[in-house]
């Protein structure tokens, strides 16, 4: 156990909805990330915050956006879902990640599998 | 920016044969080398992480991992394989002065009994 935790562990939903994923960090971890790792794309990263603000984007479509609440948790919504949007989606956070930048190891949530139909 | 190979896309060994996963990495300047191993449905889970100094590293589980900077390596080794090491491995490079993570494509381990 990692002590990232993530909900829904699934979710089924039809094209053109929007969910949300949920994220809570490990104790006192102040950068989150979020990942979709699918079949053909492998581990994408998507998008990290450190202590409420965006640090880094990685491939993340204009219908995803997350943010970071006061108390680290994270959430990512994801909008006008396709068929190819069905993957694994994860969380993950890291003790450190200053401000200044520097990546260190994370620790990954057990994952929200996303299908789309 | 950094990046990773591995090499390997997929790896079958023997119960109780030796393991070694390659790792290639591509940075300017020293990076931060990690291991990550998932298994089937799940997170991953890290196994490993070189920072600085000794380059052999020892990690949960019985893996070992040596930076080789000569070779931009960071092979991932276990002596001797169990049936419950079957996973998919994937290793990542960082840096010490940007947020960017980098994974490679990973390499999927299959023990034979």
């Known amino acids: 156990d990692s002590g990232v935790t993530q909900t829904p562990k699934h979710l089924i939903t039809a094209t053109g909805q929007r969910v949300t994923l949920r994220c809570s960090p490990r104790?006192?971890?102040?950068?989150v990330y979020w990942y979709q790792q699918s079949l053909d794309q492998g581990l994408q990263f998507l998008i990290q915050?450190?202590?409420?603000?965006?640090?880094a984007k990685g491939n993340i479509l204009e219908r995803f956006s997350a943010q970071q609440f006061p108390d680290l948790h994270s959430e990512l919504n994801l909008s006008s879902l396709e068929l190819g949007d069905s993957a694994l989606y994860f969380c993950?956070?890291?003790?450190?990640?200053?401000?200044?930048?520097?990546?260190?190891?994370?620790?990954f949530g057990p994952g929200t599998r996303l299908t789309v139909t | 920016a950094q990046s990773v190979t591995q090499p390997d896309i997929h790896i079958t060994v023997s119960e109780g044969a030796s393991l070694e996963l390659r790792c290639n990495y591509s940075?300017?300047?020293?990076?931060?080398l990690f291991w990550y191993v998932q298994s089937p449905g799940q997170g991953l889970q890290l196994l490993l992480k070189?920072?600085?100094?000794?380059?052999l590293v020892q990690g949960i589980k019985g893996f070992e991992a040596e930076f080789k900077r000569s070779q931009s390596s960071f092979n991932l080794r276990k002596p001797s394989v169990h049936w419950s090491d079957a996973a998919e491995y994937f290793c990542?490079?960082?840096?010490?002065?940007?947020?960017?993570?980098?994974f490679g494509a990973g390499t999927r381990l299959t023990v034979k009994p």
């Open positions: 993950a956070s890291s003790p450190r990640g200053l401000a200044g930048g520097g990546s260190y190891e994370q620790y």
């Open positions: 104790s006192g971890d102040l950068s």
């Open positions: 915050y450190y202590n409420g603000e965006e640090r």
């Open positions: 940075y300017g300047a020293t990076p931060y």
């Open positions: 070189y920072f600085s100094g000794d380059t």
């Open positions: 990542a490079v960082g840096s010490y002065n940007n947020n960017d993570m980098r």
